[in-house]
Structure formats: C-alpha cells, structure tokens
C-alpha cells in the first residue's frame, strides 16, 4: 500500500520555487517498525489557504473529531491513521488527481483544508493494526512537542 502525503497553498504547485520567498515548508518523517510519524510546519507571509493531502486506495472516516482515518489497499489490507494540527481544519475525501501515464488511478484523497498563516500538522500511522495515538503541543513560534503512543510504547520529539 503506498501512501503520500502533500501539502500546498492555492498557488500553484509547479511554480513552488518561486513561492519558496513567499512560504515556508519543513517536513520530517520518522518510521519504526510500529509506526510512522509525518510532521509539517507549514509557514506563510500572509494568511493562505493550506491544502493538507493524503492518497490512497480508499479513505475512510472513522471519527473525523480524534482525526481518524483508514486506507485500504488492493487487496483490502489497511493502515489506520490520525491526524492533529495547531490549526483549526475541515477535512473533505475526494477524488485523486494521480494517474499513471494519463490513465486516472481511481485513488481517493484526504484534503484538510485550513486558512492560517502558520500551521503545524503531525500524521501518525499504525503498522500491524496497532491503535496508536498523537499529540501535538505548540510552545511559541518556533517549539512544538509531539507525543506517539500505543501499546507498549510512548515516543515524544521536542
């Protein structure tokens, strides 16, 4: 199953270059044999309309007030995942743009839409069925604390 998560303003984004004086991108992933932890910051000059994405397969809500999601492969295999932000958001599934060589690939996107000028965004994604949980905590313009738990484990990054 392969996942991908994206983030863009309004603009265009082919034209990212040149919008690199206008915004600001810093992501990381982390991945463990357990999970996989995505986190953004996203910074802009003025308020922008953020679109936070994530493809796959299927999506499907499982409870949209916690961030819970889950895609599923081909072969109806799935990998649960939660999503938080420093910024307030409306999430809506839609139809992917991906293809392959012109062909539409018939995926679905997780679009979470928000208009801020500053937005931190941590994705969390359980391997083996696992419930696992984040929290994201904002300490000032530049320090967050994330915090993953699950069975058996508690991971935090400052």
């Not at 199953?1 to 863009?8: C, F, G, S, T």
């Not at 965004?121 to 359980?126: D, L, M, P």
């Amino acid at each position: 199953m392969v996942l991908y998560p994206l983030a863009w303003t309004n603009r265009r984004p082919d034209l990212a270059a040149f919008y690199d004086k206008l915004w600001d991108r810093t992501s990381g992933a982390f991945l463990y044999p357990w999970m996989a932890l995505v986190f953004d910051d996203i910074r802009a000059n003025q308020q922008e309309q953020i679109t936070w994405l994530m493809q796959g397969r299927t999506v499907e809500t499982l409870d949209m007030e916690e961030g819970r999601y889950r895609f599923r492969g081909e072969d109806q295999s799935y990998i649960d995942m939660q999503l938080v932000s420093t910024a307030s958001y409306l999430v809506e599934v839609k139809n992917s743009t991906a293809d392959n060589r012109k062909s539409p690939l018939g995926w679905k996107q997780l679009q979470a839409q928000m208009t801020t000028s500053s937005v931190r965004i941590a994705s969390v994604y359980g391997a083996w069925e696992d419930d696992v949980n984040v929290t994201l905590e904002e300490h000032g313009t530049d320090q967050a604390t994330i915090t993953v738990s699950g069975p058996g484990f508690v991971d935090t990054w400052e």
